[in-house]
């Protein structure tokens, strides 16, 4: 059983940050024949997570963290990620 790219991101971020909230919004359709566009429909996506570990961090390193916990799928397997990361309550 193959797993999706999206469901893969979602398993290693709830891992790393045990998030309030995460949404993975799957942007490939948006960019169909653009630079980046690998035909898979896994190749943009926008995450938006929510969680206390952010607290401490400014958006910067909010997103250096996300990055880290994906691993290689940012730049290897995804061409484009947009992160909103936030606090709950924030």
Do not use: C, W, Y
Not at 24 to 53: L, W
Not at 61 to 84: E, M, Y
Request: cysteine-free; glycine content about 8%.
């Amino acid at each position: 059983m193959t797993v999706s790219v999206a469901a893969e991101m979602e398993a290693l971020l709830t891992a790393a940050f045990a998030p309030a909230r995460l949404a993975i919004i799957n942007d490939s359709a948006k960019h169909s024949g653009h630079m980046g566009d690998d035909g898979s429909g896994e190749s943009h996506f926008t995450i938006e997570i929510e969680a206390a570990a952010f607290a401490p961090m400014n958006r910067l390193a909010r997103q250096r963290a996300v990055i880290a916990a994906l691993g290689d799928i940012v730049g290897g397997r995804v061409h484009a990620v947009a992160i909103k990361a936030g606090v709950p309550a924030e």
